[in-house]
């Protein structure tokens, strides 16, 4: 009899919107939602651009966008696109013969800036032509920092009725010539009024959209922002696709990504570590541990929750609920499997024994999924 495996909460079903392809990933109606970030290395140097988008593969990323400032980095893209194991986004600014040679050198997308395109509204009946052709989606990506001049002027400043504005105008000029393969981005680097603009856009039409905070800062800061946006809109069921954007390596905007979707359960986490906050009820060195044991399970891949717990308060309540667990205290700690006490170890081998009960709990696991797993779709 296989396994029964129920689907996760979430706090709000999905928008419906329109279902478009990017490559061989689906963007948009009952896809999952999928992580994409963006290469930080010189399109034209054609080796480091795909290390780094083997990195980002590795790391969970779903989508690469590569950028096209310059002649040479446009012809790169026939290469790249056909070498990279996951769908190529050409970045377009300014020049719309880049979007051209995008489409026709295999790019699974474009994203187009209508803002700052050169005569963009001319070159659209071309451009849907085009990608038509050659089986390339698109992507409106509407910026704060780039809008029209036109819509500055109407509204004084990138509000989110200027974001909007623009988004909808720009997508009825493709839409009159039968083209819908797009998805739409109406990015800000504030919160408030990123999150608003997506909202409008959202009940405004059935749109795939592009999830995105625009300029949001360093690691830290960047990660707070785009949590909080993501959040507030994931969990009303907007967003099909989504970017994080840090002043950080490629890599970290992935994990990012994937942990903001893994939280809201609308990706299936793989490892998560419970562990205490900073608290004088502690009775070991709870960062350390956790640090230690997030690091030697790294490469976990499987839904695995290690609690790491170091008071008798919430400790062995915590433990118990995790798939694997440690309540610690007095210098020990007692190990749980399944809400079951499995071992009592001193503190200084709490942190091998975790690992290697958690590598044993992992194998277990993947052998039962690859053993006819069934999921649930409540």
């Known amino acids: 009899m296989p396994k029964v495996k129920e689907a996760p909460q979430v706090l709000r079903p ?16 009952d896809a999952p ?20 988008i083997a990195e980002l593969t590795a790391t969970g990323c779903d989508i690469v966008r590569v950028a096209c400032p310059r002649p040479e ?33 295999g790019c699974a997308a474009v994203r187009v800036n209508p803002g700052n395109i050169r005569k963009f509204d001319d070159q659209v009946k071309d451009i849907c032509k085009a990608a038509s052709d050659y089986g390339c989606s698109l992507r409106i990506g509407v910026n704060a920092g780039s809008l029209d001049p036109r819509l500055l002027k109407k509204y004084g400043k990138a509000t989110p009725e200027a974001l909007v504005e623009s988004a909808i105008w720009e997508a009825s000029l493709f839409e009159e010539h039968g083209f ?16 608003r603009a997506y909202e409008m856009l959202s009940e405004a039409g059935d749109w795939p959209l592009h999830l995105g905070v625009t300029e ?13 946006a993501f959040g507030a809109l994931l969990s009303q069921g907007i967003g099909d696709t989504i970017r994080v954007s840090l002043s950080a390596p ?22 998560e570590i419970v562990s205490c906050p900073s608290c004088g009820r502690a009775q070991v060195d709870v960062y350390t541990l956790a640090e230690e044991v997030t690091e030697g399970l ?11 717990m170091g008071c008798v308060v919430n400790g062995p309540g915590e433990a118990r609920e995790a798939d694997l667990g440690c309540a610690s205290g007095n210098g020990k700690g007692q190990i749980f ?13 709490i942190v091998e024994t975790l690992i290697a009960k958690a590598n044993e709990l992992a194998e277990e696991m993947g052998l039962e999924e690859g053993s006819g797993e069934v999921e649930v779709i409540a």
Not at 250 to 271: A, D, H, M, N
Request: positive net charge.
């Open 14 to 29: 999905r928008k419906k919107t329109r279902k478009i392809k990017v490559g061989d990933v689906y963007v948009g109606g």
């Open 33 to 52: 939602i999928s992580v994409q970030s963006m290469t930080t290395t010189p399109t034209h140097d054609i080796g480091a651009t795909l290390q780094q």
């Open 73 to 105: 980095d446009a012809e790169a893209l026939p290469v790249i696109a056909r070498k990279s194991n996951i769908p190529v986004i050409a970045d377009i600014h300014f020049q719309p013969r880049y979007v051209f040679q995008a489409i026709e050198g």
């Open 180 to 195: 819908h393969d797009f998805k739409i981005s109406v990015k800000h680097h504030d919160v408030v009024t990123m999150v």
């Open 216 to 228: 949001a800062g360093p690691a830290f800061q960047g990660t707070i922002k785009s949590a909080t």
């Open 250 to 271: 490629p890599v970290e905007e992935v994990k990012v990504g994937i942990s903001i979707l893994q939280s809201l359960g609308l990706r299936e986490r793989t490892l």
């Open 298 to 308: 790294k490469d976990v891949k499987v839904p695995l929750r290690v609690a790491v």
């Open 337 to 349: 499997i399944k809400g079951k006490v499995v071992a009592t170890v001193p503190e200084d081998q």
